[in-house]
């Protein structure tokens, strides 16, 4: 089974997505978590304690061991200028919250499929 690393500081969020997952509440943890356990798929909120899910992603991909892992964001930055913000910083996906179950399902199912697919 693929596991996936959830970086969410809002505990009810987190109970939304289980799945066979890792779980951390700050960016500088699902960093660490992403190194050590390489998940197959990283959901990752914008605003943490301590550095951001942008700065999060930045150094996933300045890491050639989890440069190439996909990252879904998964924020309630839903304005027009966040999401330009988040797509420009290099995420494979974005869900607003509250989560729409289809829109997230469909986001995790695309990034989890075989690239070239």
């Known amino acids: ?34 190194k050590e356990r390489l998940p197959a798929l990283v959901l990752m909120d914008i605003q943490l304690p301590g550095i951001s899910g942008i700065e999060a992603l930045k150094q996933l991909r300045a890491d050639p061991a989890t440069a190439a892992i996909p990252v879904i964001a998964v924020t309630a930055s839903v304005m027009v200028s966040d999401r330009r913000n988040i797509t420009d910083a290099g995420f494979d996906g974005y869900v607003g919250k509250p989560l729409n179950l289809k829109e997230f399902l469909a986001a995790v199912a695309s990034a989890l499929a075989p690239r070239g697919a």
């Open 1 to 34: 089974m693929d596991t996936i690393l959830i970086v969410e500081d809002n505990e009810k969020n987190m109970k939304l997505v289980r799945y066979a997952t890792l779980e951390a509440m700050t960016g500088e943890d699902g960093v660490r978590l992403a």
